[in-house]
Nanobody, 124 residues
Framework: VQLQASGGGLVQAGSSLRLSCAAS????????MGWFRQAAGKEREFVAA????????YYADSVKGRFTISRDTAKNTVYLQMNSLKPEDTAVYYC??????????????????WGQGTLVTVSS
């Protein structure tokens, strides 16, 4: 699986962005998908995940109610809609695919494939 993340940019606090993660090589519906982020000088952290079927989602407390993860099976793409962005959301955002199921979905090391990252910068 090859993952291509896009959609990052520079926005003001309170704005919205939608990140996309397009997959090639295999059908994404076979994988649980996650979004992680890494701010400068910090460790990579879990943001959101969606099951292969799309029937289950899970969010970090810091983004719950503001971010929405979704997937479009026909387009083999996963999205992260980010609303009410805050300066603390500034980070490089990565999408990842996990072929092992839903367990430990917040742990980066269980993911099999990673995209290259897209930078989100939120100014105050």
């Amino acid at each position: 699986v090859q993952l291509q993340a896009s959609g990052g940019g520079l926005v003001q606090a309170g704005s919205s962005l939608r990140l996309s993660c397009a997959a090639s090589g295999r059908i994404l519906s076979r994988y649980a998908m996650g979004w992680f982020r890494q701010a400068a000088g910090k460790e990579r952290e879990f943001v959101a995940a969606i099951s292969g079927s799309g029937g289950s989602t899970y969010y970090a407390d810091s983004v719950k109610g503001r971010f929405t993860i979704s997937r479009d099976t026909a387009k083999n793409t996963v999205y992260l809609q980010m609303n009410s962005l805050k300066p603390e959301d500034t980070a490089v955002y990565y999408c990842a695919a996990n072929g092992g199921g839903w367990g430990s979905i917040t742990i980066a090391t269980i993911y099999d494939y990673w995209g290259q990252g897209t930078l989100v910068t939120v100014s105050s």
